[in-house]
């Protein structure tokens, strides 16, 4: 079980709980270095290395991304808690997504042909595969997992590549130095339009598949939100 506040052997100061994580605990510090965000996580140490490519490609595109620090051990991953820098600025709207979509575009272009995440796979995969990330379909009723997959299937065919996962506004902060994305917590190799959901106009085949990953996704985890999702399929 992860502790609710970061350890101390981190050797923070722990100043403010922040909101907006619904599955992390997030904690704004003071380190001998400055202010810096701590997370907990339920990655692994290779899932986290993992993101290096995406994290280069996103800066390619203009992003400013704070990536997790390498603590004295050389790891990225303490006692289930990772530490970054602060972006200074604020959360994103609804509003300003469609204006990023040609910034979220060069990212993609920009990322590198890669290998799955470990512990991950893309969507229509999931026709077969039970588990992906935090989603279990195991957990599911049996009476929601057919409609999930058939949402998933008429996309079985389609290109996949390196993705951020989760990219809507609570994910984005709006600095004076540029758009910050943050919680790459989704990231995987999957559909790209997975990550346009917020920013620009796509087919109805791709906000479906969404929209069904979404309830599969918070099903365990946000299950209110999953059922308020469900009740829209």
């Not at 339920?42 to 290395?49: F, P």
């Not at 800066?59 to 990772?82: C, H, K």
């Not at 530490?83 to 609804?94: F, H, K, N, Q, R």
Request: aromatic letters at 6%; proline letters at 10%.
């Amino acid at each position: 079980m992860i502790c609710p506040t970061p350890p101390a052997a981190l050797g923070l100061q722990p100043r403010q709980r922040l909101t907006g994580g619904h599955r992390n605990t997030v904690w704004l510090c003071d380190s001998p270095q400055g202010p810096v965000v701590a997370k907990s996580t339920r990655r692994t140490e290779a899932q986290l290395r993992w993101l290096a490519p995406l994290y280069a490609a996103a800066r390619m595109a203009g992003f400013i991304v704070p990536e997790p620090q390498q603590g004295s051990n050389g790891r990225l991953l303490y006692d289930g808690w990772t530490v970054e820098p602060v972006v200074e600025g604020t959360t994103a709207l609804v509003t300003d997504m469609p204006a990023l979509a040609p910034r979220i575009r060069a990212f993609h272009a920009a990322c590198p042909v890669l290998s799955q995440r470990p512990g991950f796979w893309a969507l229509p995969d999931l026709l077969q595969q039970l588990n992906s990330g935090d989603i279990d379909l195991t957990a599911l009723p049996d009476d929601v997992l057919p409609g999930l997959r058939q949402a998933w299937a008429g996309l079985a065919d389609a290109p996949v590549q390196a993705i951020h996962g989760d990219l809507g506004p609570g994910n984005l902060i709006l600095s004076d130095q540029g758009p910050g994305l943050i919680d790459w917590d989704e990231s995987r190799v999957d559909l790209p339009g997975l990550d346009l959901i917020h920013s620009a106009a796509l087919p109805a085949e791709i906000t479906r598949a969404h929209l069904a990953l979404e309830i599969a996704s918070c099903w365990q985890a946000e299950p209110d939100h999953a059922r308020q999702l469900l009740a829209r399929f």
